[in-house]
């Protein structure tokens, strides 16, 4: 069956540290990957894309990579703020071309001062 | 940034009652939005993609008669969720993709509606 599994349903860090955050997942052939970032009782906020030949992305403090023989992605804020404290989605995007985006569980993430 | 309006926030009615939830795309047009359901802790699970002219196409187990989704322009989404009951209360979010960008470029969300039926 298939499956997009975030790694803990919740992971709290020290102020400063960085936050890995884990996507994997099984039966799916992604073109594409996404990370989203979603507060509580809001509507997702799209912040990275990675494609399928590409290894790494950054943006700002924000890491992703993917590795398509490991089926898994992970995503890092660096230098991380309590600010940063949010649930992180993945999603995937098939090759098939449909337009819908199949999402991860998510984790939530908190950033103790 | 592109701007996705999802009216109104929240809702709570009573049960038999129909509900009807709008999705605007402010500063793009869009061809195609979507409805997700969200359930507390978990997922994003798509209901239906909403075409602009054409009916929309369900996903699986989401029964097309009980949540009617109506896409008259390319700006605005409308999903209706007839003869509400309890086990219809969740959080329903909107979510719609510029027209003329790439089918890998991100989705823009609305904030969502909570629908608690009593």
């Known amino acids: 069956s298939q499956k997009i599994e975030q790694n803990s349903e919740a992971l709290n860090i020290q102020e400063g540290k960085t936050a890995t955050l884990t996507c994997n997942y099984t039966?799916?052939?992604?073109?594409?990957l996404q990370w989203y970032r979603q507060d509580p009782g809001r509507g997702p906020v799209f912040l990275l894309l990675i494609r399928e030949n590409e290894k790494e992305k950054r943006k700002e403090r924000l890491k992703v990579t993917f590795d398509t023989t490991l089926k898994q992605s992970l995503f890092h804020i660096t230098a991380s703020q309590p600010a940063d404290s949010a649930t992180y989605l993945c999603?995937?995007?098939?090759?098939?071309?449909?337009?819908?985006?199949?999402f991860g569980t998510g984790t939530r993430l908190t950033v103790i001062p | 940034g592109a701007v996705v309006s999802q009216h109104p926030s929240r809702v709570i009615c009573k049960s038999g009652t129909s509900v009807k939830i709008e999705c605007r795309s402010l500063?793009?047009?869009?061809?195609?939005m979507f409805w997700y359901r969200q359930f507390p802790k978990q997922s994003l699970m798509l209901m239906a993609t909403s075409n602009e002219g054409s009916k929309a196409t369900y996903e699986q187990g989401v029964e097309k008669d009980k949540f009617l989704i109506n896409h008259a322009s390319l700006t605005l989404s409308t999903l209706t969720v007839t003869s509400a009951h309890p086990e219809d209360s969740s959080f329903y979010i909107c979510?719609?993709?510029?027209?003329?960008?790439?089918?890998?470029?991100?989705?823009?969300f609305g904030d969502g509606t909570r629908l608690s039926i009593l």
């Open positions: 500063d793009f047009q869009a061809t195609t």
């Open positions: 039966n799916y052939s992604p073109a594409y």
């Open positions: 999603a995937l995007g098939e090759r098939t071309g449909a337009n819908n985006l199949f």
């Open positions: 979510s719609a993709r510029d027209g003329a960008a790439h089918s890998n470029q991100p989705q823009h």
